[in-house]
């Protein structure tokens, strides 16, 4: 059993960059993913104060 899985990480240890590549991605994607949502929710609670957004938020929004 030891040495069938030091085997598999012989023979496929090159394969930890492409899947730490994917899970950094999936990783930004959820944050792009939270900063948009953040924005969101603030252009709807000024919506609901009827006042109008800043520029630098509508920016941040187009990004």
Partial sequence: ???MAY???RDFWWLM???SFMAL???RAWLNYR???EV???LRDLAAK???PSA???AQLHR
């Fill in 1 to 3: 059993m030891k040495a």
């Fill in 7 to 9: 085997d598999l990480f």
């Fill in 17 to 19: 960059f492409p899947m």
């Fill in 25 to 27: 991605g999936a990783f």
């Fill in 35 to 37: 900063a948009r949502r």
């Fill in 40 to 42: 969101i929710d603030v």
């Fill in 50 to 52: 009827g006042q109008e």
């Fill in 56 to 58: 630098a938020l509508l």
